[in-house]
């Protein structure tokens, strides 16, 4: 178990389709985090929030769509995916930016696009 | 460009010790990270160096070298839940960690 709670865990979807990933952590941290990881690959870093402000976006495709509505809650809005946006999306939050303060992560959301 | 080198796959027996090495090239540096991800699993975070020398959290120690670019993941007593992925990871500023490819660790009995 992680202090990091993500649903859904499994998410099917159709290019078309819009829907939301959900993220909360209760631990205070002020940093939070999306990363994408592909099957045997490193997580990707997508976008930074720091006290609620996107604080990194790295050139993510508009059809991602992330907010940050309090200190605990990260939700990343999905909108006309393609199929190689198939993949584990994993959330994660750190305490700050001191650069011993480590991620913790969610257990992700495993999306596929059809 | 930046980057992280670290092997692919490293296999042992139960018991023995491993070295996973990894080095980075990266524009900025402010420490050395390892992470363990079982199969669907989430990243979990080992051990950090910001400076230079061993760091020791149980059957797991973690080395760095900055003038080298150099770190080593040490996994001693090794045990089959051990077997895992293993990324290191560089903050390179700010709110920014790069991680490296992953090492695919498998223990055998």
């Known amino acids: 178990d992680t202090e990091v709670t993500q649903t859904p865990k499994h998410l099917v979807m159709g290019m078309t389709n819009k829907k939301s990933l959900k993220c909360e952590q209760h631990m205070g941290h002020r940093a939070m985090y999306w990363y994408k990881q592909k099957a045997k690959k490193p997580p990707e870093l997508m976008f930074v929030y720091s006290y609620e402000k996107l604080s990194i976006n790295e050139s993510v495709p508009s059809r991602f769509s992330p907010e940050c509505p309090n200190s605990s809650l990260l939700n990343l809005h999905l909108h006309a995916l393609q199929p190689e946006d198939s993949a584990l999306y994993l959330c994660?939050?750190?305490?700050?930016?001191?650069?011993?303060?480590?991620?913790?992560f969610g257990n992700g959301t495993r999306l596929t696009v059809t | 460009g930046q980057s992280l080198e670290q092997p692919s796959e490293v296999t042992a027996v139960e018991g023995a010790i491993v070295q996973i090495n990894c080095t980075y090239q990266t524009s900025g540096f402010y420490g050395l990270s390892w992470y363990q991800q079982h199969d669907g699993g989430a990243p979990t975070f080992l051990s950090y160096?910001?400076?230079?020398g061993l760091e020791e959290t149980g059957r797991f120690s973690s080395f760095l070298s900055r003038s080298d670019s150099y770190g080593y993941l040490l996994l001693q007593e090794l045990q089959m839940k051990d077997s895992a992925s293993y990324f290191c990871?560089?903050?390179?500023?700010?709110?920014?960690?790069?991680f490296g490819a992953g090492t695919r660790l498998f223990v055998k009995a």
């Open positions: 990871a560089v903050r390179t500023g700010g709110f920014k960690t790069i």
């Open positions: 160096n910001g400076l230079d």
């Open positions: 994660a939050s750190s305490q700050d930016r001191a650069e011993n303060s480590p991620l913790h």
